[in-house]
């Protein structure tokens, strides 16, 4: 095993957009559903809420409340669900936001990746985002010219999204290389269980964008091979040659 390429999942690893989906996004969705509680209690109160899917991180916060506002008992009396009125106003919130913020990737993701190519990596983005959302990313943070169509894995290009590990066959398969030749950059836990999926495994490098005990530890437990605060931490000449010395 040689490291012959790179991919890097796209929301939180490359463009740090949590902000937006919890405090712009599934926060005020709870205030509407009549979640009384402040950030901070609601940030520790729903488990998931770093690296969940959509539907896992409702439901947690569905069980967090107690009065139903008037909008979401209408909501269900029409036949909806807590949970599907969370979702809904929280997708409608996050694309609000991804028109209107600006938005660039994290400090020194561009030093590397210029680095990457040019010592001739093939970079990809695998990524389990919509092309919807994850289009406008791209092209809103500038991304679009190091990453054209054909170099993204998005959700709508695989069977199962992570954590099944489809996206990484098919971004090994862009890049014309062995799935366990990648280094794979991920930022929750969802997104390294993806990597460990594979087989034989790819080698995995978590940068999370939160340091707190909740998301640091789960990833601690799954593993990866490195963990990094901080695009600027990494000096990526000497971490590939270092993973390369430690699989001989």
Not at 136 to 164: N, Q, W
Not at 185 to 213: C, K, Q, W
Request: charged share 20%; aromatic share 8%; hydrophobic share 40%.
């Amino acid at each position: 095993m040689v490291i012959k390429a790179v991919s890097v999942d796209l929301e939180g690893t490359v463009v740090n957009l949590e902000p937006l989906h919890h405090e712009g996004g599934y926060y005020p969705a709870a205030q509407a559903a009549g979640l009384n509680l402040s950030y901070r209690e609601f940030f520790s109160g729903v488990p998931n809420l770093v690296g969940g899917t959509d539907e896992t991180i409702c439901r947690e916060i569905g069980q967090l409340i107690t009065n139903q506002s008037p909008a979401l008992e209408r909501f269900i009396d029409a036949g909806g669900s807590i949970e599907s009125f969370i979702s809904a106003n929280k997708k409608a919130l996050y694309l609000k936001s991804l028109s209107i913020e600006s938005m660039r990737p994290r400090p020194g993701f561009r030093k590397t990746l210029n680095w990457l190519k040019k010592k001739g990596y093939p970079v990809t983005i695998g990524t389990g985002t919509s092309i919807e959302t994850a289009g406008i990313i791209v092209e809103r943070s500038g991304l679009g010219g190091y990453f054209p169509r054909d170099l993204i894995v998005f959700a709508e290009d695989v069977e199962h999204v992570k954590p099944a590990p489809d996206v990484w066959y098919a971004t090994a398969k862009i890049a014309g290389v062995e799935v366990d030749e990648q280094l794979i950059f991920e930022d929750t836990m969802r997104g390294l269980d993806s990597i460990n999926n594979t087989d034989p495994h790819a080698i995995a490098v978590a940068i999370p964008v939160y340091n707190l005990p909740q998301t640091i530890m789960p990833l601690v437990e799954r593993r990866p091979a490195r963990i990094f605060m901080d695009w600027r931490e990494i000096n990526i000449g000497a971490l590939i040659k270092n993973l390369n010395r430690k699989a001989f």
